[in-house]
């Protein structure tokens, strides 16, 4: 047999297309030829995969060696190639059987040794490769995160070794259990370590509730940063589909996927230097930015109008659709984004605006120009914008007695649970129609709704907004018809708006 075909994945965003590996020896002058549109990292797999056969005591064929990676117009990337090439030339030279090819997908960095290292990408490659029918070969260190998949057949092997003696029946590998996946438990920083600010922690509740975005305007060091950073231990339990999506963006990003992170929400803090394709993902080869791998969690903006202002308006197309498409001139890839932006600020730059012991030494000029690197439809996309004041001394020095985040997030659940069952969505994702539906008035809230649209000069995004928080505050309370009581405090928490 002088021609083996394997079969292996690509990387395209969240995708994985199939790779076809086929391996053809033929008479001529010995060389090794890499076609099908392979990146300088695939071309170079020559050289480790002719180091690893000779390391593994096996014969490198003194032949023309070409190896094709189908489709031939999809870009390959990455060294995951290393162990189908190795295999197809062994089994195009005879050296192992290639009868049990076609029932596996391989991947795979070789070193020189020959053991296989692991490769960026596994759980996204296994993901979306579970319903093909093949089971999966791949290095020990990436089979616990592939076998977060369920239903996928892993095969974990330490070296090229281990995976001939697999396919020739001499010492078969062992399919990975997933007994150690799922065990791990969720550790969040406790909300009852804040004292005071109940405003601030009523308003976070909300904003897990609903799935709402919110700001915090306040003083240096009136707890925004400790208050975001407990947001995530309240926001409603992970479901599996929802961990594995997680895990999947974590997956590709440079810092891999660890099994910690299991069911854990995303927390995310990128320093306010960051450049836009930090945030939303690119690259030639497209790799998520922050706003992704914060996908079903939390990014948290600190210092928000000290980021670039082009940065945070790229914020604005992912805040209403969820998603982010990453286009360049080559390629073009789609990532997820479902992120709950918490962003925190001064209320101008000495950060003592208002304060009652006058320190405050900014001009309107400054102040205005300050809060101008916001731009209003940016700000129009935050639905919860909260006013955070400097703590007396007397909440200071007495003993933190707040809530626990367990008892916040198990109301959170409960309206959570009843949204799902409603409409099968967060009330933040309510559509202008739904929002007609569901966010009914009684003769009082919708006076006073009217009141405040007339004297607050409110947009039609804003109206909508509001009405979507009143359901949340009105779901927490287990109220089908809103109020003015939910629509009074759906509108005091648009600061912006009532300046």
């Known amino acids: 047999m002088s021609l083996a075909v394997l079969y292996s994945r690509s990387l395209t965003g969240m995708d994985a297309p199939l790779v076809t590996v086929e391996v053809h020896l033929a008479n001529g002058l010995p060389s090794f030829t890499i076609v099908g549109l392979p990146e300088a990292e695939v071309k170079e797999a020559k050289d480790r995969v002719r180091a690893a056969l000779q390391n593994a005591r096996y014969d490198f064929p003194a032949k023309r060696i070409t190896v094709n990676l189908a489709p031939a117009d ?106 150690d ?61 929802q961990a594995l999506e997680s895990a999947a963006l974590h997956s590709l990003g440079s810092g891999g996927f660890k099994l910690s992170q299991w069911r854990v929400r995303p927390y995310r803090s990128p320093h306010h230097s960051a450049s836009g394709v930090a945030l939303v993902g690119g690259g030639s080869q497209p790799r998520p930015g922050e706003i ?42 789609a990532f997820p984004a479902q992120f709950q932006l918490i962003a925190a600020m001064n209320p101008c730059p000495c950060g003592y605006l208002g304060d009652p012991k006058g320190r405050c030494r900014c001009t309107p000029d400054q102040v205005s120009r300050y809060r101008g690197k916001i731009s209003g439809p940016l700000l129009d996309r935050i639905d919860l914008q909260l006013e955070v004041p400097t703590l007396p001394p007397e909440a200071l020095l007495g003993v933190a007695d707040g809530e626990a985040s367990a008892v916040i997030r198990q109301r959170v659940n409960n309206a959570y649970d009843l949204q799902m069952l409603r409409q099968h969505k967060p009330n933040a994702q309510l559509s202008t129609r739904e929002i007609d539906r569901l966010c009914k008035l009684d003769g009082q809230g919708e006076t006073l709704l009217k009141t405040a649209i007339a004297r607050l000069n409110l947009s039609a995004r804003a109206y909508h907004r509001i009405l979507k928080v009143a359901r949340t505050i009105a779901d927490l309370a287990g109220v089908e018809q809103l109020g003015a009581s939910h629509i009074a405090e759906a509108v005091q928490l648009r600061k912006f708006d009532r300046q």
């Open 292 to 333: 992704s791998l914060a996908h079903r969690g939390v990014l948290f903006l600190d210092e928000l109008p000290e980021f670039d202002r082009k940065v945070l308006e790229v914020l604005r197309e992912p805040l209403e659709s969820g998603c982010i498409h990453i286009s360049r001139a080559a390629r073009q890839a």
């Open 74 to 179: 999809l870009p390959k990337e990455s060294g995951r190639f290393d162990l189908p090439i190795a295999l197809g030339i062994l089994a195009a030279s005879g050296q192992v059987p290639g009868e049990q090819l076609q029932r596996y997908e391989f991947a795979g960095e070789l070193a020189l040794t020959g053991e296989l290292r692991p490769f960026r990408g596994a759980l996204a490659m296994v993901y979306r490769a579970a319903n093909s029918g093949r089971a999966f070969i791949l290095p020990e260190a990436n089979a616990t995160e592939a076998a977060l998949v369920d239903g996928a057949s892993i095969y974990p092997a330490s070296s090229l070794l281990q995976v001939c003696a697999h396919l020739s029946g001499a010492e078969p590998l062992v399919r990975h259990s997933g007994d």
């Open 181 to 241: 996946v799922g065990s791990n438990v969720a550790q969040y920083p406790d909300m009852a370590d804040v004292k005071g600010q109940q405003q601030a922690k009523r308003a976070l509740e909300i904003a897990a509730a609903g799935g709402h975005n919110l700001i915090m305007v306040g003083p240096p060091g009136s707890g925004k940063s400790m208050l975001a950073q407990r947001f995530a231990g309240i926001l409603p339990d992970m479901t599996i589909e």
